[in-house]
């Protein structure tokens, strides 16, 4: 009987390593701009605009693109338009539990997501190989021109010149559907 439990005990603690091991291996398959790992912090004080008008949020530069973190966790929105992007974008928004979505001029979000400062700030430029996580979301700069966030809970985008991947589950729209508007409870 006690060879039988010590089997069975041997066993889980065995299943228990193998399942330990599974981040890392899962971990192996993360796209390298995904990887915030290998990206150090930068402090995170220096990107928040304390302005009345910029409501708290925090703002960074990684040429071409000009994002804005925040006021509220897992809000970002990027200012740019990669090459893959439908015509007329202007960047791209992600808002808590929904999207990433395309910004567009006249549809989504538009004008209640402050791509900019409202106020005065001049935004610091985020170092290449560099992250700043603040407001539950983490973006980092893999690389010159390219910028790469993501929201705790598993929302995210990729955008460069060239490119752009979003991050999600199915729902992730890209392009938006026509005439989408941003529901009032996620404006901000």
């Not at 930068?42 to 304390?50: C, G, I, K, L, M």
């Not at 700030?121 to 973006?139: M, N």
Request: positive net charge.
């Amino acid at each position: 009987m006690k060879t039988a439990l010590l089997r069975a005990l041997t066993a889980i603690v065995a299943a228990g390593s193998v399942l330990a091991l599974a981040p890392g291996v899962a971990s192996a398959a993360t796209p390298p701009e995904l990887d915030f790992a290998k990206y150090p912090a930068v402090d995170s004080s220096r990107y928040v605009s304390y302005n009345y008008d910029n409501n708290g949020r925090a703002f960074f530069q990684s040429p071409p693109f000009y994002c804005s973190i925040g006021q509220a966790p897992g809000y970002v929105a990027c200012k740019g338009h990669p090459a893959t992007a439908p015509a007329g974008m202007q960047g791209v928004l992600l808002a808590a539990h929904q999207g990433p979505w395309w910004i567009t001029p006249e549809g989504l979000a538009a004008p209640t997501v402050n791509l900019v400062p409202q106020a005065h700030f001049r935004a610091p430029v985020l170092p290449v190989g560099r992250s700043i996580s603040i407001y539950d979301v983490t973006c980092a700069r893999p690389r010159p021109a390219v910028v790469s966030c993501m929201w705790s809970a598993g929302r995210g985008f990729v955008i460069s010149p060239k490119w752009h991947k979003f991050i999600g589950p199915a729902d992730v729209h890209s392009p938006n559907p026509p005439k989408y508007k941003l529901p009032k409870s996620l404006r901000w």
